[in-house]
C-alpha cells in the first residue's frame, strides 16, 4: 500500500494557480516605500486538487530601500469566490535583499498565507541568491536566482517541507521614465 507521502510526491509538480498583484505607491527621499492596489487570484493549477476559487481583495505594501539592503512586506486580503460560503484569506511576502558587488545579491522573497476557515498557516523561512547579468548580442541585462525555503512543520496539514523557487527575469527599462 501507498503512505500519504507517496500521495504527495505524486502530487508534487504541477503548474500553480497564477496571481496578480496590481499596486501602485511611491518611494519616498529617505527609501520608504508605500503602496496599495488589488490582488487577485486565477484558478490555473495543471491539477484540479490544487486549483484554488477566484480571489480578489485589497493589498498593501511597506518597505525600505536603501542602496544596500532592500526588505519589506506586501500583504492582501481576500475573498473567493464563486464559493460559497466565501473563503478568507490573508497572504503575502516578505523580503529582503542585500546588495552585494558585481549585481550579486543575497536575500529572499518567501510567501506565506493564513486561512481564516481552516487556521492553517503557511510561514517559510527562505535564504537565496540573485545575480543580474548581461545576455546575447543585445547586451539584455537579466536577473537569474534561486531560493529554498523551509516552512515549520505542521501535524494537522499536507505541504510542502520546502520549496526551491528559480528567477530568470529580463531587465525591462521603465517606459515613462529614466532609470
Same mark, same amino acid.
Given at each position: 500500500?501507498?503512505?500519504?507521502?507517496?500521495?504527495?510526491?505524486?502530487?508534487?509538480?504541477?503548474?500553480?494557480?497564477?496571481?496578480?498583484?496590481?499596486?501602485?505607491?511611491?518611494?519616498?527621499?529617505?527609501?520608504?516605500?508605500?503602496?496599495?492596489?488589488?490582488?487577485?487570484?486565477?484558478?490555473?493549477?495543471?491539477?484540479?486538487?490544487?486549483?484554488?476559487?477566484?480571489?480578489?481583495?485589497?493589498?498593501?505594501?511597506?518597505?525600505?530601500?536603501?542602496?544596500?539592503?532592500?526588505?519589506?512586506?506586501?500583504?492582501?486580503?481576500?475573498?473567493?469566490?464563486?464559493?460559497?460560503?466565501?473563503?478568507?484569506?490573508?497572504?503575502?511576502?516578505?523580503?529582503?535583499?542585500?546588495?552585494?558587488?558585481?549585481?550579486? %545579491?543575497?536575500? $529572499?522573497?518567501?510567501?506565506?498565507?493564513?486561512? @481564516?476557515? #481552516?487556521?492553517?498557516?503557511?510561514? +517559510? =523561512?527562505?535564504? !537565496?541568491?540573485?545575480?543580474?547579468?548581461?545576455?546575447?548580442?543585445?547586451?539584455?541585462?537579466?536577473?537569474?536566482?534561486?531560493?529554498?525555503?523551509?516552512?515549520?512543520? %505542521?501535524?494537522? $496539514?499536507?505541504?510542502?517541507?520546502?520549496?526551491? @523557487?528559480? #528567477?530568470?527575469?529580463?531587465?525591462? +527599462? =521603465?517606459?515613462? !521614465?529614466?532609470?
Amino acid at each position: 500500500s501507498r503512505g500519504l507521502g507517496d500521495v504527495y510526491k505524486r502530487q508534487a509538480v504541477a503548474f500553480g494557480n497564477i496571481s496578480l498583484d496590481s499596486i501602485f505607491g511611491k518611494t519616498f527621499s529617505n527609501g520608504l516605500m508605500v503602496l496599495g492596489g488589488v490582488s487577485t487570484v486565477f484558478p490555473t493549477s495543471s491539477k484540479p486538487e490544487l486549483r484554488a476559487d477566484w480571489a480578489f481583495g485589497p493589498e498593501a505594501m511597506i518597505g525600505h530601500a536603501s542602496r544596500r539592503l532592500v526588505f519589506g512586506v506586501i500583504v492582501a486580503y481576500t475573498w473567493s469566490f464563486p464559493a460559497a460560503p466565501r473563503k478568507q484569506t490573508v497572504a503575502g511576502q516578505y523580503f529582503y535583499w542585500v546588495n552585494l558587488d558585481k549585481g550579486w %545579491q543575497i536575500g $529572499a522573497g518567501p510567501t506565506f498565507s493564513y486561512s @481564516r476557515e #481552516t487556521k492553517i498557516t503557511t510561514f +517559510p =523561512i527562505g535564504l !537565496g541568491f540573485r545575480k543580474v547579468a548581461i545576455l546575447g548580442k543585445k547586451k539584455q541585462p537579466v536577473q537569474l536566482g534561486a531560493e529554498a525555503w523551509l516552512y515549520a512543520a %505542521q501535524a494537522d $496539514a499536507l505541504g510542502p517541507i520546502w520549496t526551491i @523557487r528559480i #528567477t530568470i527575469a529580463p531587465v525591462i +527599462p =521603465i517606459p515613462w !521614465g529614466k532609470m
